[in-house]
């Protein structure tokens, strides 16, 4: 995962300022197909992140708990602050719940809210 960070050119010169990330698509709690892969949507506000991180987790019903974490890393599109993508998540017809990371060149991470996909196949 640090490794990963680094890659973007770290610069203690840039910008440190306040960010946030927030959820467009799906909405909290709906209900989405695996087959087809369902999209998720999320804007950048403020200062733009290098690198966004997909973390996501599946609801275990048999030990009542969330799966550990899995990170998936995009790099932004400069000058872009909207992403759509297919989830990159997705392992059974069970929820699952996901949160973007965004990191800018500055190492300032900012985390968006969890929100929850209901997987019905």
């Known amino acids: ?6 890659s973007i050119g770290m610069s203690n010169d840039d910008l440190r300022g306040s960010s946030s990330v927030v959820l467009l698509a799906p909405s909290d709690g709906e209900r989405a197909t695996r087959f087809p892969k369902a999209e998720i949507a999320f ?4 200062d733009p992140g290098k690198l966004y991180g997909v973390e996501s987790q599946y609801f275990d019903p048999g030990r009542k708990m ?3 974490s ?5 790099d932004s599109k400069d000058g872009v602050p909207m992403t759509r ?5 997705g392992v059974g017809q069970q929820p699952h719940r ?3 990371w965004s990191v ?3 190492g300032v991470v900012a ?3 969890w929100r929850t996909i209901d997987f019905v196949n």
């Open 1 to 6: 995962m640090f490794g990963r960070i680094d």
């Open 43 to 46: 804007e950048q506000e403020g």
């Open 66 to 68: 969330w799966s550990p």
């Open 70 to 74: 899995r990170i998936d890393w995009i």
């Open 85 to 89: 993508m297919q989830a990159p998540f």
């Open 98 to 100: 996901w949160r973007v």
């Open 104 to 106: 800018n060149k500055a």
């Open 111 to 113: 985390l968006s809210e």
